[in-house]
Each structure stands twice: as C-alpha cells, then as structure tokens.
T-cell receptor, first 114, second 113 residues
Framework: AQSVTQLDSQVPVFEEAPVELRCNYS??????LFWYVQYPNQGLQLLLK??????LVESINGFEAEFNKSQTSFHLRKPSVHISDTAEYFC????????????FGQGTELSVKP | NAGVMQNPRHLVRRRGQEARLRCSPM?????VYWYRQLPEEGLKFMVY????????ESGMPKERFSAEFPKEGPSILRIQQVVRGDSAAYFC???????????FGNGTRLTVT
C-alpha cells in the first residue's frame, strides 16, 4: 500500500527566508508525485508535478521540488518566501496505473511572517 | 473557462437528515473524483466515477454514502442520515482522461449539528 508522510505539520518562517517542506512516500510501484497548495476556504491548486523525465520540477511562482528515488522523497523548496505564500501545502502520490486516485499527506501549514 | 463547480459551499444539516453535494466538472472532463477532508487531516479518496459508471468506490464508507454521475447533470454525493462525524470538507476533482493531474473545486463544507 502507498503512503505519504509530510514530516512537518507547521513551518513558520520569516519573509524572504528560504523554506523546505519535506515529503516522503512509500510505494512498491512507479508513481507520479504532486504538490498542491490550499489557501483558506478554497480548493486545492496544483503547484507542480513529477511524471517522468527531469527529477527537478519548477512552478511559475518560484517553488521547486526534486524527486529522489533512492530516498523516496519529493521535498518542496523556495529560496525566498513571500507573505502570500502562507497556505497549507499537500504532497500527494498516485500509482502510474491508478489515474487520478491520489494519496495525500497530512499537509504542512506554511506561515510566513513579516 | 469555468473550473470545477461545487455547490453549496456550506451546508448545515441536523443529525439524521440527508446531505446532497453537487459537482459540475470542468468542460470536457468526464472523470470525477470525490475526496473528504476531515479536520486536521489530509484529503482521503472516496470514489471515482465516469459518466453513468462507478469505477472505484474503495474509499466510500459502507453505509449511508452513495455517489452518481448521470449522463446529464452534475455528479452527486449523497449522505443519508448524517452524523456528527460526517462533518468535513468534501472536494470534487475532475480530469479529462481519468489521469493526473486533477482539477479541484472549492469544496462543500458540511456541518452536522
């Protein structure tokens, strides 16, 4: 069975500081990996995804994540955060033959302080 | 280009009543997924539907919960005889081919009093 572990439930950080949100997964088959962001009282928005190819994937707003197969990790990073990045971030995995059936982590609440 | 539309946004029901949650997928998407987010938890898969078919309902509670996606109209998640433990945010997501990535709606927040 698959599982996703987000090691930090809350990450407080000051504006313009770097941040890393950690995500580890377990699966016996090949997977796709995702990070979703959820702003208060809203649905989830896809931040970035790893399907195949380059292990480093980037979003348009400065986030990046690196797929590390040997460590079964997909940590999310940003070199300099903004107040507007305050949100809940979810790591998710799906089996390659399971389509959109996602297994989510518990979420990490990123709080950016001025 | 409208996204995934869910209504109502908020729903309050007394214990024992029925709750009906609606989801209209993005235009051109014929695959719908329902997820539930309990307080302080991540999202949990409930059911995957295509038009008129339930493909995977492995995450649905065995009793009181049902889902449909008719040929015409939105997908419906129905909860009969609601209990306090059903209070949660219910999210619908859609995709064009039944594959990732999914596009999520803003959710329906169900409160059972």
């Amino acid at each position: 069975a698959q599982s996703v572990t987000q090691l930090d439930s809350q990450v407080p950080v000051f504006e313009e500081a770097p941040v890393e949100l950690r995500c580890n997964y377990s699966s016996s088959v090949s997977v796709y990996l995702f990070w979703y962001v959820q702003y208060p009282n809203q649905g989830l928005q896809l931040l970035l995804k790893y399907l195949s190819g380059s292990t480093l994937v980037e979003s348009i707003n400065g986030f990046e994540a690196e797929f590390n197969k040997s460590q079964t990790s997909f940590h999310l990073r940003k070199p300099s955060v903004h107040i507007s990045d305050t949100a809940e971030y979810f790591c998710a995995v799906s089996e390659r033959n399971q389509g959109g059936k996602l297994i989510f982590g518990q979420g990490t609440e990123l709080s950016v302080k001025p | 280009n409208a996204g995934v539309m869910q209504n109502p946004r908020h729903l309050v029901r007394r214990r024992g009543q029925e709750a009906r949650l609606r989801c209209s997928p993005m235009k051109g998407h014929s695959h719908v997924y329902w997820y539930r987010q309990l307080p302080e938890e991540g999202l949990k898969f409930m059911v995957y539907l295509q038009k008129e078919n339930i493909i995977d309902e492995s995450g649905m509670p065995k009793e009181r919960f049902s889902a449909e996606f008719p040929k015409e109209g939105p997908s419906i998640l129905r909860i009969q005889q609601v209990v306090r433990g059903d209070s949660a945010a219910y999210f619908c997501a859609s995709s064009p081919l039944g594959e990732s990535p999914l596009h999520f709606g803003n959710g329906t927040r169900l409160t059972v009093t």
